[in-house]
């Protein structure tokens, strides 16, 4: 992991650590300064619905990342007609970590078993994407080669 992709890992097991009072279930905000996203410790679930892409670090065996993108009418990658690009990954099949992996508008849920933890969003504290860019190797979803949506 090359030090820029370590600050953001970093950054954003930190800022979304800081749950200002919600429960580890409940999705993350930062106001005003655009802070967003979810962790989950072992044995919780928490969604939310980004404003702003976002990336993911996960650690242990047993956790879990779904992103659902909502889509155009018509997307042949849409295989069940639902208007959303839902991918699944997990440690067997993960991403890279600490990048901007989903674009605004998805709605993501992080899950962790027993011997696992995982933390989504986006920490940098600013309104919009505009100054922060940090591009995940391979592209973000859904344009990713190596992700094929359920």
């Given amino acids: 992991m090359n030090l820029k992709k370590f600050a953001v890992a970093g950054a954003l097991v930190g800022v979304l650590s800081f749950a200002?009072?919600?429960?580890?279930?409940?999705?993350?905000?930062?106001?005003?300064?655009?802070?967003?996203?979810?962790?989950s410790h072992p044995g919780d679930t928490c969604t939310y619905t980004s404003t702003?892409?976002?990336g993911y670090v996960?650690?242990?065996?047993?956790?879990?990342?779904?992103?659902s993108i909502p889509t155009t009418?018509?997307?042949p990658r849409d295989v069940n007609l639902d208007?959303?690009?839902t991918y699944t990954f997990g440690p067997g099949n993960a991403p890279p970590q600490g990048c901007s992996l989903y674009p605004a508008g998805s709605t993501v849920t992080t899950s962790a078993g027993s011997s696992?933890?995982?933390?989504?969003g986006n920490p940098f504290l600013q309104q919009t994407d505009s100054t922060v860019t940090n591009a995940c190797a391979g592209g973000p979803l859904p344009d990713r080669t190596d992700a094929t949506p359920q």
């Fill in 116 to 120: 696992g933890g995982i933390a989504a």
């Fill in 73 to 75: 009418a018509g997307d």
């Fill in 52 to 54: 702003r892409t976002g």
């Fill in 58 to 67: 996960a650690n242990g065996s047993t956790w879990s990342l779904t992103v």
């Fill in 83 to 85: 208007g959303q690009l």
């Fill in 20 to 39: 200002g009072g919600a429960s580890a279930s409940d999705p993350i905000v930062v106001e005003p300064t655009g802070g967003q996203g979810c962790v």
